[in-house]
């Protein structure tokens, strides 16, 4: 493994990109927000073995791929150090100075001769407020940074760059891909990615939502003769987003498209050459049965994860920049934003990714403008009373049955309740004793149910407890 230190601390870019095993992951510091935006993500990368990293106004040295790399700097940031001391099961000490800077730690002010992390802390990625001035992202980095820049896809932590990596080696084969991840993660904008950097970038790519098209509609959609998507793409890359609702009959049409090429446009009599890449997304686990078995071994042939932004805090702070910069590009200029609301930004768990925090920011942007005050829990619905950060494991089942029944046992609304993401609703479901599986439940059962309650699918699923959307796919596939 050849590495090109330019400090102590490793600050800056290496030609390695992977580093094997929890051993070999370094504690990074990111900065979230600075009062000279055009630091914010830049980085300061810990060599292993080289004992407490001291964070003051001096040192470490903080840099991006642009090269040079300075320390924080600013006046109100002492010279006097907050030590990270790391530990052999991976939680990170912190360490106040004697100077009465003001610490805070994920959205807290610390106070004493300060606290402990455990690895599981770090893990989630600690968010460091110094001098009420900056803030600092503590993490752990598996990829050294590297100019692997797509446009549009940004981040600066280890699962961003393991991303663009993937969608660099995805885009230069023309298997299937199935895209994988929370809504608002960015699965559209990979599959945008992986277009545009695929050989077929100069045809289009046509994007179909399957469940914004009514059953009826979805053949002809996708096969139709001449106006179909399969027949519009023409050598282009096809996106199927939300593939898990795509009809029974459609998924078998796919299943023929990759296995012989070619497909039967509705009305003809002859096959055409289906001349198109294949990407698909779900915001679910496709292995439930449900959804066609075969289509999806053949759909796996390239699967990419994108992970929930709560797993990749250190990047929040380049994305809010982000849509800054998109405002500012609009309307001319953006307003300033307190830091006390961007560390709210960076404590919060973001259960709709990305996009909710996007729609946060053109909020807060505009009332900033209009003079208002900020607060948090007026511009993130849903956020009042429940804690920044949700631990699935904090959870008890009790309070997700109660989600469940005061929803009407939805698990899209009942994940919302909670604030935890669907995958995450499906995991919790699974767990539960007292929460059934619609493929547990005899038919016969199911039938009398719905006799009971004159054939409404809710009250239905309510009293056979089990969740609503399996309970109305099981009647739709039995004709009910
Ligand atoms: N890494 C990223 N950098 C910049 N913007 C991003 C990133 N990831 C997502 N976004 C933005 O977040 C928003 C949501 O992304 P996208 O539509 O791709 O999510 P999705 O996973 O396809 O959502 P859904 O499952 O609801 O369709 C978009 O505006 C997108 O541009």
Redesign the pocket.
């Known amino acids: 493994m050849s590495l090109s230190l330019i400090d102590a601390e490793n600050t800056l870019a290496s030609p390695v990109c992977a580093l094997a095993g929890r051993a070999a992951q370094r504690l990074a510091l990111t900065i979230l927000w600075h009062p000279q935006p055009q630091r914010i993500g830049e980085q300061c990368i810990a060599a292993p073995g080289s004992g407490d990293i001291e964070l003051n106004r001096f040192a470490p040295l903080f840099g991006g791929l642009a090269g040079g790399a300075q320390p924080l700097g600013q006046r109100r940031i002492a010279r006097d150090a907050l030590r990270l001391r790391r530990h052999r099961d991976h939680g990170v000490s912190l360490l106040l100075p004697k100077s009465r800077m003001r610490v805070e730690l994920n959205g807290a002010m610390l106070a004493g001769a300060g606290t402990r992390c455990t690895a599981e802390q770090v893990d989630a990625g600690l968010v460091i407020g110094l001098g009420g001035v900056v803030l600092l992202c503590v993490h752990w980095m598996d990829r050294l940074p590297q100019d692997s820049a797509i446009a549009?896809?940004?981040?600066v932590g280890s699962a961003?760059i393991r991303l663009r990596e993937l969608i660099r080696q995805v885009a230069a084969t023309d298997l299937p891909v199935l895209l994988l991840?929370e809504?608002?993660?960015?699965?559209?904008?990979?599959a945008q990615a992986i277009h545009h950097a695929s050989a077929r970038c100069r045809s289009p790519m046509v994007t179909v939502n399957m469940a914004t098209v009514a059953e009826a509609q979805a053949a002809p959609e996708l096969f139709g003769a001449g106006t179909g998507a399969l027949a519009r793409v023409d050598d282009g890359t096809l996106f199927l987003?939300k593939i898990g609702t795509a009809p029974q009959a459609v998924q078998a049409l796919l299943l023929r498209v990759l296995k012989t090429g070619q497909y039967r446009p509705a009305g003809m009599r002859a096959n055409e050459p289906a001349r198109v890449r294949l990407v698909v997304?779900s915001?679910h686990d496709l292995h439930d049965g449900s959804f066609n078995q075969s289509l999806l071994r053949r759909l796996e042939a390239l699967v990419v994860r994108?992970p929930p932004l709560r797993e990749r805090r250190c990047d929040i702070g380049v994305?809010v920049l982000?849509f800054m910069q998109a405002w500012s590009g609009r309307t001319g200029s953006a307003p300033a934003l307190p830091l006390a609301f961007i560390s709210q930004l960076c404590n919060y768990d973001w259960p709709g990714?990305?996009?909710q925090l996007?729609s946060v920011v053109q909020r807060a942007l505009s009332a900033a403008q209009a003079g208002q005050p900020l607060a948090f829990e007026a511009l993130v619905p849903g956020v009042a009373g429940r804690p920044a950060r949700v631990r699935l494991g904090k959870l008890s089942g009790q309070a997700v049955l109660d989600a469940l029944e005061s929803n009407g046992w939805l698990i899209r609304n009942a994940a919302l309740a909670l604030g935890v993401s669907r995958p995450s609703m499906y995991k919790l479901i699974e767990e539960h004793p007292a929460i059934r599986q619609i493929g547990q439940i005899a038919p016969a059962e199911i039938a009398a149910a719905l006799a009971a309650h004159g054939g409404d699918a809710g009250r239905c699923a309510a009293a056979l407890r089990t969740p609503s959307e399996a309970l109305r796919r099981y009647l739709r596939r039995h004709g009910g």
């Open positions: 549009g896809v940004h981040g961003a991840g809504a608002g993660s960015g699965k559209e904008l990979a987003d997304a915001d994108l994305l982000h990714n990305v996009r996007g």
